[in-house]
């Protein structure tokens, strides 16, 4: 009974987290700088050097807006990096970020999501297995450090 109960409580724990939108970083090697956060979802507009990801679940839907550090390292044929206007509408992007405080010129707090690198898990309408994953930077930061998460 004792087991049966641990069962059904890691399942009920591990669930939501499943379905979650934000998340954290797989193991791996990152900017110094980079705090960990993800965020999963829907390109559901893209311009500039902005995009928004988009996840519903259930009918409740939760927005992310980002801004590309830089255009992201993904090959191409024209040899250019990718901007956000890139992005298709509708692929499935996670986004590492960090989330930073910036002073307006009212001299206001704003919180803006920076983009440090991108992983797509849909390309095409078709889903990227894992083992074809690559994380794409968006940054010039170039000394790395494996963090662990």
Known sequence: M?????VVLAVA????AALAQYGNAPNNYYPVTYS???FTGTVS???DDQVTLTFDNKGKAETFVGRLEKSCAV???SGRGMTAADFPLGTEVTAFFNRETKKKSDGEKAKEN???AVTFDSWNGQKVTEDKKKIFW???HQH???KTW
């Not at 004792?2 to 641990?6: F, G, I, S």
């Not at 724990?13 to 939501?16: D, E, H, L, T």
């Open 114 to 116: 920076v983009i440090i």
């Open 36 to 38: 960990g956060a993800t």
């Open 13 to 16: 724990f591990s669930v939501p």
């Open 2 to 6: 004792r087991d049966a109960l641990a």
């Open 45 to 47: 507009a893209n311009r």
């Open 138 to 140: 968006c940054t010039d």
């Open 75 to 77: 090959p191409s044929k």
């Open 144 to 146: 790395l450090q494996f």
